[in-house]
């Protein structure tokens, strides 16, 4: 825990902005910063590290976490372009209509550095996902002694899974599009390859836990207000997150018995945050508008 008392996250990797073409409007966010928000909104003390560019898209994420008082200390910038993804809104669902693959972060590599792994080290567990380009260097921040959870989203491979696996403590996969037996056999290959936590969320249907073997269930939480699910997926870990490393002290990740009712704790704290994210517009707000005209599917 911090000085504070309060469990400390660093979230390393992507940040875009939504540019929701429809609304003339684009919106903070990436998996990263998302987290670093609903962290800090569920009572932790939160930190970026992750790659700017020299835009309007970076100076509006870089606006809205310096409001939100997120710190951003190591961060890297770039000249070019910021990530961004270009969206519309048809009939209240999103149409993604192109992005630049994460601009300035896909270009250029982290270099971490002997005072960025100082920095790492005075907090509790590492934040990361796969938008990140940060799979070669895993290895060396998981050296580190700071756990690392990791989200694969509704993307991965078998071989993608041996890449990251061995390098992480947690994990949660996106598995809407999979039936149980299909969610159940991907979720057990990211504990045969070491993971100690696999969380998985199904949408409507819930969120699973396989923990020392066993598979276990929460229900979804019904939202009052939906106005954008972007950000529910990240709400629902960091809420998680939060309360298992509050509320787990001195107690060991490996300790079934004593961890089990914290994790279970976790996963109704997330679907009931999850639920209250959805009531947002854009992950977390702090739009702006939108500058300049569109080019092919570019602005």
Not at 35 to 59: H, I, P, R, W
Not at 113 to 121: P, V
Not at 230 to 259: P, Q, R, T
């Amino acid at each position: 825990m911090g000085r504070t008392g309060k469990p400390r996250i660093i979230a390393i990797g992507d940040n875009v902005c939504d540019k929701i073409l429809t609304r003339g409007k684009m919106y903070p966010g990436g998996q990263c910063v998302n987290t670093c928000v609903y962290s800090s909104m569920n009572g932790a003390e939160a930190a970026y590290l992750g790659k700017f560019g020299t835009d309007q898209v970076a100076e509006c994420v870089q606006n809205a976490l310096s409001k939100l008082h997120i710190a951003m200390d190591r961060c890297r910038h770039f000249e070019g372009e910021n990530g961004f993804a270009c969206v519309k809104i048809v009939e209240n669902e999103r149409v993604f209509v192109g992005s630049n693959r994460g601009g300035v972060a896909r270009e250029y590599d982290y270099n971490f550095n002997e005072e960025d792994f100082m920095y790492i080290r005075g907090f509790d567990l590492i934040y990361t996902d796969l938008n990140c380009y940060i799979e070669e260097d895993l290895p060396s921040l998981a050296a580190l002694g700071v756990p690392v959870a990791f989200d694969f989203s509704n993307r991965w491979t078998d071989e993608y899974l041996k890449q990251v696996c061995p390098y992480i403590r947690i994990a949660i996969f996106s598995c809407a599009h999979l039936d149980r037996r299909r969610r159940e056999e991907e979720m057990r290959k990211a504990e045969a390859l070491g993971v100690k936590i696999v969380l998985a969320t199904s949408g409507e249907d819930g969120s699973h836990l396989l923990y020392h073997g066993r598979f276990y269930d929460t229900p979804a939480e019904k939202a009052e207000v939906v106005l954008d699910t972007v950000g529910a997926g990240d709400a629902y870990f960091a809420a998680f997150l939060c309360h298992i490393l509050k509320s787990s002290g001195e107690v060991s990740w490996d300790d079934g018995k004593a961890m089990l009712p914290i994790l279970l704790e976790g996963m109704k704290r997330g679907a009931q945050f999850a639920a209250k994210i959805v009531g947002v517009e854009g992950a977390f707000g702090y739009s702006m508008p939108i500058a300049g005209r569109i080019m092919n599917n570019r602005i």
